[in-house]
């Protein structure tokens, strides 16, 4: 097996967008995502519709990413997909494409978790990002998660807090519904943030296990609030809408920060890196940046590319795993609700 000089293919499918990608030991070559727009129309993913479009351009974004890497097919070392979780339908079009085109290339087909390659997109190769150092703590938020992890080696994490409901990334989204913005929400509700007064308005923290999340009840909590004052003034959101946003995220961001405060105080670990589409949001890196100065933490954000979802943490986590001759049969089945 040459080390040196390999190249892996990454397919991620797991939700609303088709991805593919090609790393060369450590190293992007292409990063390509077909985002779907046809779910803005309803609000939210619609499943079946996910996978009609993935299955549609499944074919187009792979070949573009070879075509962008300058490399043929057949110098290709391994493919790797996810496996899970996601949606069934969405993940089955990854698989089964993975699985054909690594059966016709006669190359290893590697199997990937999608929560563990959010943790593992840290270790691309980028010049303005430094791998954090074993062991560190991963703070995972998403529209379908949100986790603690404890992480000691590649493939050695440990799940120390998590939510008990809902994910971050769905309370901003539901939150902006009900403040009446478009799907997805999260990005505009910290567009709107960065206008506000993140002390306009108070919203009570959610009360849980130290490393735990909840955010059922804020997503209630912000329900009422909003009704409440559009019955005393029918022009509250457009007049507030700014300092609602602010004090919304504050309150997210400050929840997350005591969260994580509490995982380095029962660890003793202060490297903390972040993953998942909600890193993304200007608030919480700020207050990850703000760490370093404040509690002398050492904190890892990704590049805005590999923070959604994509397909170059597939392909890195492939390639950690194709050196360690970690690879998986034909027989491997697509997973909707893998664990970490």
């Not at 089964?96 to 690594?102: G, I, N, P």
């Not at 990002?129 to 703070?139: D, V």
């Not at 559009?230 to 959101?237: E, G, K, S």
Request: hydrophobic content about 40%.
């Amino acid at each position: 097996m040459n080390d040196t000089n390999t190249y892996i293919l990454g397919i991620e499918s797991s939700c609303d967008d088709t991805a593919a990608a090609v790393i060369h030991n450590g190293v992007v070559l292409a990063n390509v995502v077909a985002t779907q727009k046809i779910h803005e129309e309803y609000g939210g993913v619609v499943p079946e519709l996910a996978s009609r479009a993935h299955q549609k351009n499944i074919v187009p974004v792979v070949s573009q990413a070879l075509r962008r890497a300058n490399i043929d097919k057949n110098q290709l070392s391994a493919i790797a997909f996810t496996r899970g979780p996601g949606l069934m339908g969405s993940l089955l079009v990854g698989t089964s494409f993975s699985k054909s085109l690594a059966m016709g290339l006669d190359i290893p087909l590697i199997a990937v978790n999608h929560m563990q390659a959010h943790i593992l997109a840290h270790f691309i190769k980028a010049e303005d990002q430094t791998a954090p150092n074993f062991p560190f703590l991963a703070l995972t938020i998403s529209g379908g998660h949100t986790q603690i992890v404890k992480v000691t080696s590649y493939f050695e994490m440990e799940v120390i807090g998590q939510t008990i409901d809902d994910a971050v990334g769905e309370a901003f989204d539901k939150s902006a519904k009900i403040l009446g913005l478009p799907y997805p929400g999260g990005p505009l509700i910290d567009t709107y943030a960065q206008q506000g007064n993140p002390k306009a308005f108070r919203f009570t923290k959610p009360k849980v296990k130290p490393m735990d999340f909840s955010f059922s009840g804020l997503k209630t909590a912000v329900l009422y609030f909003v009704e409440k004052q559009v019955d005393l003034n029918p022009d509250f959101i457009s007049e507030n809408i700014e300092d609602v946003c602010a004090s919304l995220q504050h309150t997210i961001v400050e929840y997350l920060m005591d969260k994580l405060k509490n995982a380095v105080k029962a660890t003793g670990i202060k490297e903390i890196a972040i993953g998942g589409g909600v890193s993304a949001n200007s608030g919480i890196r700020k207050a990850l940046k703000d760490a370093e100065q404040k509690y002398g933490w050492k904190t890892h954000i990704p590049n805005f590319e590999y923070c959604t979802d994509n397909a170059a943490m597939i392909a890195i986590v492939g390639e950690l795993k194709y050196k360690q001759g970690i690879f998986n049969t034909q027989e491997i089945a697509a997973n909707a609700r893998m664990k970490l």
